[in-house]
């Protein structure tokens, strides 16, 4: 074993902020997190700061161990070869391994008009500029939003809470990845709230002051946020890794770079033998403890073992006293029991709560955070992208 190895982890989001905490169980690591902001993102209270009811930043010296070097900066190029970094500040970081988190983004539809006149939470930065937009609307001000996935139900549900006159625009349907029982459960509580469910629809372009959808009709719209599909950072593809067709890191089953052997995966931004998991906090955690697992090993002069991932369920909040809890079988189809109402709110507060209670863990004690591996790989990886 080598000592004072130079791990450097890109990324401090779920899985970045995890493995940079967990490597420290050897001691003989030196660990660097590089991020581009000089906070931790609650990506899942996104629609809670657009709303104006929660913050979504925690102090990473709240939760990264202090032996743990915090770089603020953007990685612009990976140069694997020659194992070093280039910044955006022109610095120059080198590594003996290097962990990939660098998590999801938004993605911009090829459709008229979603690129000037549409905006998203996907990103802090994006957020913050739904919030600013959201301030200045008059009180019965139309708002619309594109996407019936988990982030477009919880803002629709955020702010029509709040009041506001909200249309939702699902694509072919509400809620795809839950049960019909959990989907009817969300689409009751949102018709409670006042939001104008749309399904099927599609939107073929958005204007400054309305959304047009494929069957000629035209919603009137003062704020258009867009949270259909999500993307991944260009970096690894930019700097000559090989990747999915979204531009996911490609590995094998040990979370290993398929190009470089000192490059690891983890989080949203990695695709295992090109099978994906779903993008999410539950996977980013179990991922980001599987590269460390690998990164101990490799650096131990060991042979990294592949492991599988659980899933347990997925978790919807639709206003401040609601929820819709999906249970799942381990590889995330969903099974026909759910959670709603206050209890399913209830719950889904203390899923938000104990994701950075466990990075806090982690920063104390390396080993504290676990998660259960799923069995053959096959068996736990038919989700869907």
Known sequence: MTENTRVIVIGGGYAGTLAANQLLANKNLTVTLVNPRPHFVERIRLHQLVAGNRGATVDYDQ???PAIRLVVDKVTHIDADAQKLELASGALLPYDYLIYAVGSTTTTPDI??????????????????????????APDAPIVI???GLTGVELAGELAEAGRTVTLICGAQLLPSVGEPARRAAAKRLGKLGVQVLAPATVVRVDEDAVTLSDGRVLTSALTVWTAGFGVPRLAADSGLR????GRLLTDETLVSVDHPRVVGAGDAVS????PLRMSCQAAGPLAARAVKTVLALVD???PVAGGQIFVGQNVSIGRRAAVIQTSRADDTP???FIGGRTGAA????ICRGTVYFLKQAAKHPKAYYWPQGGKRAEALKVQA
């Open 112 to 137: 008229p008009g979603v690129a000037e006149n549409a905006l998203s939470i996907n990103e802090f930065e994006h957020a913050q500029q739904v919030r600013a937009r959201y301030e200045r609307l």
């Open 63 to 65: 939760l990264l161990n």
């Open 272 to 275: 295992p033998s090109g099978v």
């Open 335 to 337: 099974r026909k029991l």
């Open 243 to 246: 990747t999915d067709a979204l």
């Open 301 to 303: 002069g060991l042979q």
């Open 347 to 350: 719950i889904k507060e203390m």
């Open 146 to 148: 594109v996407g019936a």
